[in-house]
T-cell receptor, first 115, second 110 residues
Framework: EAGVTQFPSHSVIEKGQTVTLRCDPISGHDNLYWYRRVMGKEIKFLLHFVKESKQDESGMPNNRFLAERTGGTYSTLKVQPAELEDSGVYFC?????????????FGSGTQLSVL | GEDVEQSLFLSVREGDSSVINCTYTDSSSTYLYWYKQEPGAGLQLLTYIFSNMDMKQDQRLTVLLNKKDKHLSLRIADTQTGDSAIYFCAESRGTDKLIFGTGTRLQVFP
């Protein structure tokens, strides 16, 4: 069974450009989460999809970030325009049922560097 | 300040025990988790403990929870070089959203 896959693994862009990150959850997982780790700090929650609906987007930093999950399968996270402080590792995770003791499966992350 | 705090580094000799500590601030935490991140890999759930428990053991791993002091620890017995990784403490407060710490980088030397 394939795990959570993220693409690209690394992205280097200039300030002001646009970047789109993609996450493919495990097949059949309705719950999809985005997290971010900035500058070696704590990993912070960005948002949570249940199928194609945004269940919780309280962690999205500002309106430069747009997450979509059309059709309830893969998800994209677009940053437009990117700023220096957006640099970090963006993790995606998925789970089947959601809930507190439901195991989250994480992808290996996308390392974003904004120069 | 941060909601979940961890020391940044820990270095141990192979075969010794490792103890990674974590403190959290919210008394409404329901589950507390330990995740491991190996180089180039995603986060892997190691173990979790419900807030009404004070200890959980799983093979070489022992989790201790002191709810009064809001302190969580992960003990790894007989630490091996393959245990070298970043370990993240995380809590949930009744929702699916996890609150992570900064991570502790464990280095095991021979």
């Amino acid at each position: 069974e394939a795990g959570v896959t993220q693409f690209p693994s690394h992205s280097v862009i200039e300030k002001g450009q646009t970047v789109t990150l993609r996450c493919d959850p495990i097949s059949g997982h309705d719950n999809l989460y985005w997290y971010r780790r900035v500058m070696g700090k704590e990993i912070k929650f960005l948002l949570h999809f249940v199928k194609e609906s945004k269940q919780d987007e309280s962690g999205m930093p500002n309106n430069r970030f747009l997450a979509e999950r059309t059709g309830g399968t893969y998800s994209t996270l677009k940053v437009q325009p990117a700023e220096l402080e957006d640099s970090g590792v963006y993790f995606c995770a998925s789970s089947h049922l959601g809930g507190l003791n439901e195991k989250l499966f994480f992808g290996s992350g996308t390392q974003l560097s904004v120069l | 300040g941060e909601d979940v705090e961890q020391s940044l580094f820990l270095s141990v000799r192979e075969g010794d025990s490792s103890v990674i500590n974590c403190t959290y601030t919210d008394s409404s935490s329901t589950y507390l988790y330990w995740y491991k991140q190996e180089p180039g890999a995603g986060l892997q759930l190691l173990t979790y403990i419900f807030s009404n428990m004070d200890m959980k053991q799983d093979q070489r791993l022992t989790v201790l929870l002191n709810k009064k002091d809001k302190h969580l620890s992960l003990r790894i017995a007989d630490t091996q070089t393959g245990d070298s990784a970043i370990y993240f403490c995380a809590e949930s407060r009744g929702t699916d959203k996890l609150i992570f710490g900064t991570g502790t980088r464990l280095q095991v030397f021979p």
